[in-house]
């Protein structure tokens, strides 16, 4: 049995895995253990260093290292990959594995994304389907946007379960989670064709950081897609943000919305299923 379907039978309540299981939307930062300040810094000084070309991976461990020793899970999830890689330390999947189970040992939700994805790869642990399952729906329970984004496309696209994997994709593109938002869009285009729910989150993506929500706005109004008018003013706005976000993929662009606010659709408005006249508040139920 594959991850998707073992995970479709514990979610639907199914089976000879009998798992009671009802979502509700947890963030990250509610149930994430605390970062020691001293700690965080050397975690950031890491992460710069990191994107140096070409970068001290020695000292981006050192760094990671000293983090790790306070207990910063964040640190712990970066040290992991350095050693899955062999950057700046001896490759060894061991102890990227206890790094992760340390996490889990913390309770930090990434942890349990990690193992979830480790397990199902089976590597450096037996492979399971059936364990890795368990930790991706821990890690969602506890918050990860990861885990609910990846819980939630496959409610709607593999078991056709619409409202509930909306639930799971909205959770965690309200945490700034930039591939939730990337796919939210994706529904609402292709499946709803509700095109501006589709462009608002094209938007988001755009924002948090996805540079192709950016071309995708930039594409929609150089071509007049989706009953939209052309528009040489959203476009160039737009082919800046892609640019931008080309030369620096750790830009934000969190007053995007205000700066470059997206025109109503002349067919379905701002909402395809809300009155024509209506227009968005700016609250989290807009959308």
């Excluded at 899970?73 to 040290?79: C, E, I, T």
């Excluded at 990959?81 to 990227?96: F, H, M, S």
């Excluded at 990846?150 to 591939?179: F, N």
Aim: hydrophobic content about 35%; proline content about 5%; charged content about 25%.
């Amino acid at each position: 049995m594959t991850i998707k379907a073992l995970l479709a039978v514990v979610l639907l309540g199914s089976s000879g895995f009998s798992m009671a299981y009802d979502f509700k939307c947890v963030h990250e930062k509610d149930t994430a253990p605390p970062l020691d300040q001293q700690a965080d810094q050397w975690f950031k000084q890491a992460r710069v260093l990191s994107k140096e070309r070409p970068a001290d991976w020695s000292k981006v461990a050192n760094l990671y290292q000293q983090a790790v020793e306070k207990n910063h899970w964040k640190a712990m999830h970066n040290f992991a990959e350095l050693y899955l890689r062999g950057d700046g330390v001896a490759k060894d999947t061991n102890k990227a594995i206890d790094l992760y189970l340390k996490m889990i040992q913390l309770k930090a939700p990434l942890g349990y994304y990690d193992m979830s994805v480790m397990t199902q790869r089976g590597v450096g642990v037996v492979q399971s389907d059936r364990s890795a399952v368990q930790f991706l729906i821990r890690a969602a329970d506890l918050g990860s946007p990861q885990a609910q984004t990846r819980i939630g496309y496959i409610y709607i696209y593999d078991r056709r379960k619409d409202a509930v994997g909306l639930g799971y994709l909205k959770c965690a593109e309200r945490q700034g989670y930039a591939d939730a938002a990337y796919k939210l869009r994706s529904y609402y285009e292709v499946v709803d064709e509700n095109y501006p729910v589709s462009m608002h989150y094209y938007q988001r993506a755009a924002a948090l950081g996805e540079r192709k929500g950016a071309m995708e706005i930039e594409d929609v109004f150089q071509n007049g897609k989706f009953s939209y008018n052309k528009d040489k003013k959203t476009e160039d706005a737009y082919y800046k943000v892609s640019r931008e976000l080309a030369n620096n993929p750790d830009l934000r662009f969190p007053n995007l919305a205000k700066d470059h606010p997206l025109p109503p659709n002349p067919v379905q408005g701002y909402h395809a299923d809300k009155d024509i006249n209506w227009k968005p508040t700016g609250r989290d139920n807009d959308y």
